[in-house]
């Protein structure tokens, strides 16, 4: 089921969520399911539980070929619950985001190159993974939304944000 995605300003975005403390459970399901309804309705590259309104550690990603980010890499689709980051390196490089809380915007946000992220799936099992780039990129911003973190509060220089189709006319995105 397609769910409303909440937008900057619910205070429910600034909340830190919950462990998930069980696994395959009907209602885990569900959650996911709407979570992929959602994001594939909206053309995002990942989604995070509190996006929809539900404060539990879950997010999901992936990218193939999205026209919203006709330069990023492929990344696998994933579902990542009580997520652990850990950083390889201290390197940082610059991107831009959007959010599908951030309608209709993008922003030039540092993240750190590469790192490792671990946590488990919807049936409890492992997922331990080193990655870098726009893949990395994915994850740092999906998982900030668990600790109640939206990108432009990530962001050092104000003056890199503005709406997606006066900073990249032309480009084929989708209106956020
Ligand atoms: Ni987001």
């Known amino acids: 089921m397609i769910r409303e995605v909440l937008r900057m300003g619910d205070s429910r975005l600034l909340a830190v969520s919950r462990k998930v403390e069980t696994f395959a459970s009907p209602e885990l399901l569900a959650l996911i399911e709407d979570m992929r309804d959602t994001m594939a ?3 995002g590259a990942g989604l995070a539980a509190p996006q929809i309104g539900v404060l539990q ?17 492929d990344v696998p689709e ?3 619950i009580n997520p652990v980051i850990e950083t390889l390196g ?14 209709g ?13 671990r946590g488990m799936d919807q049936f409890g099992a492992t997922i331990d993974r080193s990655v870098e780039g726009f893949h990395a990129r994915v994850v740092q911003h999906e998982c900030d939304h668990l600790d109640g973190i939206l990108y432009p ?7 890199k944000l503005g709406f ?3 900073l990249f006319p032309g480009r084929q995105d989708s209106e956020d």
Do not use: Q
């Open 57 to 73: 550690r879950v997010v999901i990603f992936g990218v193939s070929v999205n026209p919203r980010y006709p330069d990023a890499e």
């Open 90 to 103: 201290k390197e940082l490089e610059e991107g831009w985001e959007g959010c599908l809380s951030v309608p």
């Open 41 to 43: 309705h909206l053309d």
């Open 164 to 166: 997606t189709d006066v």
């Open 105 to 117: 915007l993008r922003g030039l946000v540092p993240r750190f190159l590469r790192l490792r992220y």
């Open 153 to 159: 509060m990530r962001m050092t220089d104000m003056s």
């Open 78 to 80: 994933t579902v990542l």
